[in-house]
């Protein structure tokens, strides 16, 4: 496989709504073996499983499926359903141009959709219940498009059902809710910088620029919020996608290295070593 399969949310229909929800089961049985197959999507993916049983993979973890499991997919994330479509539980989709228009909206796209090491946690009894009420005025609002602002509804009812699964999310992690510091904005715009550019091989130093501050304040910004350098945050994105076109697709480590913006194959090699402690050929042949 050459290239990893992506679905997109109403691409050829942009006045449409971005956004929908789905019955779980439903739409496994519609997808069929496509969505066991691992793929990403251009948009936002949020998969409530009320039941236990079965796994669900996110780029190189598989997660155990409990009872009221909430998993966050990102868009162009690598993930795949099991076989089992079986399966009861609500699936969410929309769009970044539905979703993000605030601060705090940047907070939960890099808090809830961007946390590799925990997108997939089980809710408690309360904030199921707060979250069934956001869902159940949702669906509300779905069944009747014709009303005034029902897009605007749905996109507040939507922040409010991230924000109160944020809130579990930082209480589980021992943290607070974000943007209390001054640097936790510009640190967010940092990485949105990387999301777009990451391929460009861009420097420290243009990112800077494209941020109007200098290379130091933008360390002192990542070294204060995450504790570590601009140059790592940019090269654990760079090595991320690497890793997914290594282990999901049969392009050529040179190809690899091309759609990275390495012009030199054998100096992707040595930057994947530096980074990974392993060479391309021998991740990709991980078990």
């Avoid at 199921?128 to 159940?136: D, P």
């Avoid at 992690?173 to 777009?196: P, R, T, V």
């Avoid at 130091?216 to 654990?236: C, D, F």
Wanted: charged fraction near 25%; glycine fraction near 4%.
């Amino acid at each position: 496989m050459s290239k990893i399969a992506q679905y997109h949310l109403h691409k050829l229909n942009p006045g449409k709504l971005q956004f929908e929800v789905y019955d779980l089961r439903e739409y496994r049985i519609k997808s069929g073996d496509k969505a066991a197959v691992p793929h990403s999507h251009s948009y936002y993916q949020i998969i409530w499983f009320f039941t236990r049983g079965g796994t669900h993979s996110v780029d190189f973890k598989t997660y155990d499926i409990n009872k009221d499991t909430i998993l966050f997919i990102t868009k162009d994330q690598i993930h795949c359903f099991d076989e089992n479509l079986d399966i009861e539980g609500w699936l969410i989709h929309f769009n970044e141009s539905f979703f993000m228009h605030t601060d705090v909206d940047i907070f939960l796209k890099y808090n809830i959709f961007k946390t590799q090491e925990n997108p997939c946690y089980a809710l408690e009894h309360k904030t199921i219940e707060t979250a069934k009420n956001y869902m159940s005025l949702i669906l509300e609002e779905l069944s009747n498009r014709n009303r005034f602002g029902f897009e605007n509804a749905i996109q507040f009812l939507l922040k409010c059902l991230l924000i109160n699964l944020e809130r579990v999310h930082q209480h589980k992690n021992e943290g607070e809710m974000g943007l209390s510091n001054a640097y936790e904005l510009q640190f967010y715009q940092f990485k949105e910088l990387i999301e777009e550019n990451y391929k460009n091989n861009l420097s420290v130093k243009e990112y800077a620029g494209a941020m109007h501050i200098s290379t130091k304040t933008l360390t002192t910004i990542t070294r204060t919020i995450s504790q570590t350098s601009p140059a790592q945050i940019i090269a654990e994105r760079v090595v991320l996608q690497a890793k997914r076109l290594l282990r999901f697709t049969s392009l050529q480590i040179g190809e690899v290295a091309f759609q990275l913006g390495f012009e030199d194959p054998s100096y992707f090699v040595k930057y994947f070593k530096r980074h990974v402690n392993m060479s391309p050929n021998i991740f990709r042949n991980l078990k």
